[in-house]
């Protein structure tokens, strides 16, 4: 096909030339990294939305080891897509340290500021060691002021620096929601392109084990309305990964959604270096029925139903949807081509959340697609309660997803 | 500077022959444009934490010139800018700098292009001050696509990048932290520069301007937080809002220097003394007694909360661009005709800019949608009809 013989006829190329000279400027690939060093290794990926992937490099046109479909769920059918040669194993929280350790290498200009991040070496234990590693100067432990700290990271972006702003809990960060959308977000556009704020924020948000209503609180909705952020949510090892090495090298602000329940899942993760795409949604299981986008912690919850919907004789296909903004309406869209009935899954509140702004992007686009009225579900909009009961109540379980679906189909 | 003052005072002399005996006593050197003329300031430093600079400041001929100029090319361009609102040119949001213009044409004196500043929405002339030009600058209040951010910032969102002018920030406090993170990536790339925080005495009872100091302070930031104390926030005066006015004195820890904000050379003294201690010593707070003739912004009439005297008196007393005309006069830099065509040049110059942006264009319909995200790492996402996209590894 003409796209991949496009690429093929790039592998060869050393790297520096863009290889879609012929289209628009807009297509040029951007290569504005100047103190990359030399010895450096420069590969390509190009990934299909049907999750085939062709992976060149300029030395050795290596067989792809990318892991597009991983799922770290125990017992799980899809058989582990890395090879027992190849990968090492890790816990989430270990894949984003090393994320975050490898691009704090790559790039002197790379500092994470945060409550906590450095001595203490992380709430966490994503930064743990870097402190040692890096200095004082480039992991920076904060006062606990996250309207100022952020504010700080976000100036020191503006002259280039690359800071990885971590909020100890995402709730806090309402504390810098001024700097976060009005600095942050829109500087690029009212200075008319003059600043780029290459930042990343980052944290654990979602709701834990009977953390209370202000320690559980999910923000992605707060924020998807504001212009010149961009939104993803990780899941597995092997996404926080890439998802956090993509972020740092993404020239937009990105805020890095991670879930408190999900740092200690544990999975295999490729040794060499790969990027995730941080506007691409993520196949978890093929499927033909039903189209479920989740994203973050709800994937497993998702995944535990399906096991259960595969034995009651659905074919659900399941996507984690990754980029809260923008959506990857081209994935979705096969998608929902494919099977003609979406089901939402969220963690978000109900009202407001990002489910309800993914209906209406689905509606706005495949309505012709659709056979059955979108459902969505969400988070109770109450605030999170201590009981452990009506915790499980506020948040989406597998029964009912599976409840839904059989709804959906009949 | 159009002219030579030397040649000026040269030909001046020379046609008057009541001067010439009285200049014949100074040899012409002593007004030679680079020789030290020594001035103190008309009021002394009051210092929080820190020995106080000396009151006599040096400055050259050249330098007392530029700053007429400079200030009174800001004041025109004020004024220009007031009228331009009112004939609904200029829309939103106009906050104007007149009479605070010694504290920018002062900081510049003292300061290079390698330090930076950032400073709320009353940025007009500090973007001049910081290299700007008149067309920019009423290109971008018109919203004309010349402006210097293309006409999509507006009064309030000017910014000079190259030359180390931060903006330009609309929400009152908010360039606080940002100030501190530019002094921090100073720091980390160990520039050997200070960054100017500036804001007013309203900004100053904002939290994140505390938290960012205790930072700044705490990791030894070349920051230096300027209080252009204009004794009116909004329309609150300074005080009904701040329980100790002496914002000076408010960094607690951190030694703070209050200033004439309406004697240039003081303004200067204090910033070039601020920035060396900055650079050694983490940071201090500078607080500007200026004032403002205009209100808070032009929907605000500036009278409802102060009285016309009190604007009448300052405006005769304390007015900046007077005292430095008066030094001009005192020390015969120039005559009193040789401003007066440096005025009508400067505002020539506010005319014309003020012509050719009303006939820049606005900006391309196009411009909507371009900066809002910064097209990078190769991956470009399209939407529902993409066929394929790729990732590159940089």
Known sequence: MASSALVQGFGGFSGLVSPFSSSSPQKRLIIGLSNLQSEQKKSFISVRSDASVSHFSNSVNRASKLVTNAVAVKGESAASPVSSKSGHELLLFEALHEGLDEEMERDPRVCVIGEDVGHYGGSYKVTKGMATKYGDLRVLDTPIAENSFTGMAIGAAMTGLRPIIEGMNMGFLLLAYNQISNNCGMLHYTSGGQFTIPAVIRGPGGVGRQLGAEHSQRLESYFQSVPGLQMVACSTPYNAKGLMKAAIRSENPVILFEHVLLYNLKEKIPDEEYICCLEEAEMVRPGADVTILTYSRMRYHVMQAAKTLVNKGYDPEIIDIRSLKPFDLYTIGNSIKKTHKVLIVEECMRTGGIGASLRAAIIENFWDYLDAPIMCLSSQDVPTPYAGTLEEWTVVQPPQIVTAVEQICQ | ?394
């Open chain 2, 1 to 394: 500077m159009a002219r030579n003052p030397v040649k000026l005072l040269r030909t001046a002399v020379s046609s008057n022959p009541l001067l010439r005996g009285s200049l014949s006593a100074r040899p012409f050197s002593s007004t030679d444009n680079s020789t030290p003329i020594e001035v103190e300031t008309t009021l002394p430093f009051t210092s929080h934490q820190i020995e106080p600079p000396s009151r006599i400041v040096s400055t050259t001929a050249a330098e007392l010139l530029k700053f007429y100029r400079d200030m009174f090319l800001m004041r025109r361009m004020e004024i220009a800018a007031d009228s331009l609102y009112k004939s609904k040119l200029i829309r939103g949001f106009c906050h104007l700098y007149d009479g605070q213009e010694a504290v920018c044409a002062g900081m510049e004196a003292a300061i290079t292009r390698s330090d930076c500043i950032i400073t709320g929405y009353r940025d007009h002339c500090l973007f001049l001050g910081r290299g700007g030009t008149l067309m920019e600058v009423f290109s971008e209040l018109m919203g004309r696509k010349d402006g210097c951010s293309k006409g999509k910032g507006g009064s309030m969102h000017f910014y000079k990048k190259e030359n180390g002018f931060y903006g330009g920030h609309g929400i009152v406090g908010a360039q606080v932290p940002l100030g501190c993170g530019l002094a921090f990536a100073q720091k980390y790339d160990k520039a050997e520069a200070v960054t100017f925080t500036m804001y007013g005495d309203g900004a100053a009872n904002q939290g994140q301007l505390f938290e960012a100091l205790n930072i700044a302070a705490l990791w030894n930031l070349p920051s230096v937080l300027v209080c252009e104390n204009n004794h009116y926030g909004m329309g609150t005066a300074e005080w009904r809002a701040a329980k100790s006015p002496a914002y000076y004195k408010r960094g607690d820890y951190a030694p703070g220097l209050k200033v004439d904000g309406m004697d240039v050379l003081a303004v200067k003294q204090a910033v070039s003394y601020a920035k060396e201690h900055a650079l050694k010593n983490g940071p201090l707070i500078l607080e500007m007694d200026t004032y403002r003739y205009h209100g808070h912004s032009m929907s605000d009439p500036g009278s409802t909360y102060r009285t016309r005297d009190e604007i009448s008196g300052v405006r005769q007393e304390r007015d900046p661009i007077e005292r430095v005309r008066k030094l001009v006069l005192l020390h015969n830099i120039a005559s009193a005709a040789e401003l007066k065509d440096i005025e009508k040049e400067a505002k020539k110059e506010v005319d014309d800019a003020i012509a050719l942006a009303k006939e820049s264009p606005m900006p391309d319909s196009s411009e909507l949608f371009s900066h809002v995200y910064v097209k990078g790492f190769g991956v470009e996402a399209y939407g529902a009809d993409r066929k394929d996209f790729k990732g590159l590894l940089p």
